[in-house]
């Protein structure tokens, strides 16, 4: 079965401090994994889409990894403003219109 | 461009009342969808569209039905609402050039069924 996993559940780190954000899948093959940031009483914002192993995608504090069984969401020097819950989605191929999302990591950032 | 907006924001409804959710894009989407979110849960994908006047059932379509008039618009019907129902209903939509597969959210409405 078709499945993606977020961890931690919960994460607090303090203004600067750089952690990673894992997210595990298991698909019968990846068509691409998805990353959304989600603020509180919002919709999911689009933030990376990788497609295949090794792919690399950045964007200011965020850095987005993919390898053949996990991505991982590094965030670097991160600010109260990157307090979020980030989401993280599988697409198989073959599935064009069905994302598979884990539960979430909800990250708070401390001054 | 406004991308995805959903309305209303926020509703109640009391079982067994009926209500749409409307969802519009603005992007020339081809494919759109209809989710829920629960707390402890993933987004669930309830129905979605691959073009005007199509639908196609989704994980969890049970007490929903769709309907994709026009090719901006993708409303989500509940005949009678349960309170399994209340939840965060989120829109989303994808063009359809191949190699494009990311989907854009709107904001969400917030449903309760009392």
């Known amino acids: 079965e078709d499945q993606v996993t977020q961890s931690p559940e919960a994460l607090r780190l303090q203004e600067g401090e750089s952690s990673s954000l894992n997210c595990s899948y298991t698909v019968s093959g990846l068509r691409g994994l998805f990353w959304y940031r989600q603020d509180p009483g919002k919709g999911p914002e689009f933030l990376f889409t990788l497609y295949s192993a090794g792919e690399e995608k950045e964007k200011e504090r965020l850095k987005a990894t993919l390898t053949k069984k996990e991505s991982f969401l590094h965030i670097t020097a991160p600010k109260p403003e990157d307090s979020a819950t980030y989401l993280c989605?599988?697409?198989?191929?073959?599935?064009?219109?069905?994302?598979?999302f884990g539960t979430g990591t909800l990250l708070a950032v401390q001054p | 461009n406004a991308g995805v907006t959903q309305t209303p924001k926020f509703r109640v409804l009391k079982t067994g009342q009926s209500m749409t959710l409307l969802c519009a894009q603005d992007m020339n989407h081809e494919y759109m969808y209809w989710y829920r979110q629960d707390p402890g849960m993933g987004l669930r994908l309830i129905h979605y569209?691959?073009?005007?006047?199509?639908?196609a059932k989704g994980e969890v379509p049970d007490g929903y039905n769709v309907s994709r008039l026009k090719k901006q618009n993708f409303l989500l019907g509940l005949e009678s609402a349960a309170p399994s129902q209340t939840s965060v209903y989120f829109c989303?939509?994808?063009?359809?050039?191949?190699?494009?597969?990311?989907?854009?959210f709107g904001p969400g409405t917030r449903l309760l069924v009392l």
């Open positions: 989605a599988v697409q198989a191929v073959g599935a064009t219109n069905k994302l598979i």
């Open positions: 989303a939509s994808k063009t359809s050039t191949s190699g494009q597969e990311t989907q854009y």
């Open positions: 569209s691959v073009g005007e006047g199509t639908t």
